[in-house]
């Protein structure tokens, strides 16, 4: 029982803690709030879950208009006018039904075409997609000892959130909360995740990249990428720069480690890095692409023989 | 002065009591007042407004109640007089289609009537900072805020008989909406009963037990084998919901989209804890008087949960905090500030 005033937000904080601190301790299940989400997402409609197959057997259902003008009604009066009406439209409404119901069967059959088209490229290509599923839900594991001290100095004296995207196993997260930053991190692999939720520190299970465009424009303080940098390709990588530049607070900090091409796909990023279509910019790269994107102070460290860390500052508005 | 209203639909609700109360807040103030809708729900019959074709006479400000797209919006473009607009929020779209797709027809519309009558409007009233910004991005030059209008004593009602409390009660009260995101609640509620106490209820209070979410929401239920543990109750009485306040331990709010949250309110003034995820406008209007939290997975809700409930001091602050928050919204306060903002819009 508490006896005095309670800061409710340094509570609400505590709390938090003490939840990681519990998962720490295996006294939640892993994947215990995991299996809840799946559980309501097998219940949730196909235009909610983002399954294409389902979406488009959705609308397959729904393509043909019914054309019967519906008569029933609990007032008798309304149920003659409702009478009188159907028998006057009802071949307006026929006409109408049909015509709907072929334009919905058209674009549905379009749709379906369309689809078939896009497995077929699918295939033709290797199936990127599929394979840059699987590769990012291989674990690949990254030194983080070669750049931990790189990145806490860069960060230091940050003020606000910090989030790495991605943390991995947690041990350049664990160096930054070690530092007296407020750092999360965001790991889509639950297996990896899992590893870091077990040292007790604040990890979202989520892609790096919608976590990012989830966050409230400039909130963040610090952010580092990390393992993400490498596998997306150039396109998306831009984009994550984009929502970088947005979600930072002016004059936060933006941290990039990454490995450099030359040892990327040795050992054990080997896997992901056959089956993704990125690849690790070279360092220079990231001078030349920065400042387009309102960064400023851009500065390359080498860190070891194969990889990089790049620092940046978001520049005031 | 006189200074008609607009509603799409007058009916039982937080738009429509706040419309009610605004005609008659402008009355008190000694203003002629009418309120016009296309539709009166049958229970509300009695409450004096007039329907959209009998308004014909002329007043010196009109003050559309915007809650989604309406005929009524296009009926108020079409009058000369000031507008001012009372912006009560759109339902974000990704909230709706894929499981409400004709209510997304009405939301699409609102937001084109709203860009349309920031044109035309002297003022945009929104009753939260959050509805501010969404007015401003829509078009507005001039705008401001004021709470919704409440009478604070109608939250006064003798409760009904109910069923004996059957350990720790979680509450909310909203509409079933993916808005409001009840799929959260249960999950949090699963995490409780499983790692706190296993003869914990959850009552769910609100309308729109036949729309898809709410049959989504009844199957998962069903699936974590919860049936016995959560009631959603639908629409129900002033005194039924009386009864559901005083016997909740705890009011549990994890809506991703609010445009202001009445059920805040009540909850405080019917002096129940609340335990809420800090989104949209949930944080504006609950202050301090509620435990905030930044993330709702379902252990750290449920966590929330157990520590406001087992700590008395803690569960008596955020009782007090709310009981003062919630005189913040008392009615000599709200009605002056909605009064003097909508007569200052005909003069301009």
Not at chain 1, 78 to 86: A, F, I, Q, T, Y
Not at chain 1, 192 to 219: F, M, Q, T
Not at chain 2, 74 to 93: K, S, W, Y
């Amino acid at each position: 029982m508490t006896d005095e005033y309670v800061d409710i937000h340094k509570l609400a904080a505590e709390i938090e803690a003490e939840v990681r601190a519990r998962r720490a301790a295996g006294e939640y299940p892993p994947g215990f709030e995991r299996e809840l989400d799946r559980l309501f997402d097998r219940f949730a409609p196909p235009e909610v879950s983002n399954d294409f197959d389902a979406a488009l057997e959705r609308a397959e259902d729904l393509v043909i208009v019914d054309p019967v003008i519906p008569v029933a009604s609990n007032s008798p009066v309304l149920g003659v006018v409702k009478r009188v009406v159907s028998k006057l439209l009802g071949w307006y409404h026929v006409w109408l039904a049909q015509q709907i119901s072929a334009l919905s069967t058209a674009i549905n059959t379009a749709l379906r075409l369309l689809g078939g088209r896009v497995v077929e490229l699918e295939h033709i290509t290797g199936d990127v997609a599929r394979a840059r599923g699987v590769g990012a839900r291989t674990p690949a594991r990254r030194d983080d000892s070669a750049w931990n001290d790189i990145v806490v100095a860069a960060l230091r004296g940050v003020s606000g959130r910090v989030a790495v995207l991605e943390c991995g196993e947690g041990a350049l997260l664990e160096a930054l909360t070690g530092a007296g930053l407020d750092a999360y991190g965001v790991e889509p692999r639950a297996i990896v995740a899992d590893v870091a939720l077990a040292r007790g520190l604040e990890v979202r299970i989520d892609d790096g990249a919608a976590h990012l465009h989830a966050v409230g424009a400039a909130a963040l303080g610090g952010l580092v990428l990390r393992g993400l940098v490498e596998r997306a390709p150039l396109g998306e990588l831009l984009l994550l720069i984009d929502a970088a530049s947005a979600k930072l607070a002016p004059g936060g900090r933006l941290v990039v480690c990454s490995l450099r091409r030359e040892a990327w796909g040795d050992n054990e990023t080997a896997a992901e890095a056959d089956l993704v279509a990125g690849r690790p910019l070279h360092p220079d790269t990231w001078n030349a692409v920065l400042p387009e994107q309102g960064f400023v102070d851009v500065q390359v460290h080498a860190a070891g023989a194969g990889a990089y860390v790049v620092a940046a500052l978001r520049a005031d508005e | 002065m006189i200074v008609h209203q607009f509603v799409p639909t007058l009916e039982p609700g937080a738009v429509g009591a706040h419309t009610l109360m605004v005609r008659d807040v402008l009355r008190a103030a000694g203003h002629t007042s009418e309120v016009f809708a296309s539709e009166i729900e049958p229970v509300w019959a009695d409450r004096g407004a007039h329907l959209l074709r009998d308004a014909r006479t002329r007043a010196d400000v009109i003050v559309y109640q915007m809650a989604i797209g309406s005929i009524v919006g296009d009926a108020v473009l079409a009058r000369d007089e000031p507008i001012v607009v009372n912006h009560h929020n759109l339902t974000p779209m990704r909230y709706i289609t894929g499981w409400q797709p004709v209510a997304a027809h009405g939301v699409a519309w609102g937001r084109a009537q709203l860009r349309e009558l920031a044109t035309r409007s002297r003022l945009g009233v929104a009753d939260s900072s959050y509805n501010e910004q969404d007015l401003m991005e829509a078009g507005f030059t001039r705008t401001t805020v004021v709470p919704i209008l409440l009478d604070l004593t109608s939250f006064d009602v003798t409760p009904a008989p109910g069923p004996a409390p059957r350990g720790v009660t979680w509450l909310f009260v909203g509409r079933l909406a993916p808005n409001k995101a009840q799929h959260d609640i249960v999950k949090a509620f699963a995490a409780y009963r499983q790692f706190h106490n296993a003869d914990a209820h959850l009552n769910l209070v609100g309308g729109g037990r036949e729309d898809g979410y709410a049959r989504t929401l009844q199957r998962f239920i069903h699936a974590l084998g919860l049936d016995d543990a959560v009631t959603i109750t639908g629409s129900v009485s002033d005194a039924q919901l009386a009864a559901h306040y005083a016997a909740a331990d705890v009011f549990v709010v994890c809506s991703e989209h609010e445009g202001f949250c009445v059920p805040l309110l009540e909850s405080m003034y019917h002096r129940v804890p609340i335990v809420a995820y800090a989104a949209t406008a949930v944080p504006e209007t609950l202050g301090e008087a509620g435990l905030l939290l930044d993330v709702k997975d379902p252990c750290t809700v449920a966590a929330a949960v157990d520590r406001v409930v087992g700590d008395t001091a803690l569960r008596h602050q955020l009782v007090e905090a709310g009981a003062r928050r919630v005189q913040d919204f008392d009615l000599s306060r709200t009605g002056p500030a909605f009064v003097e903002a909508v007569t200052s819009a005909a003069g301009n």
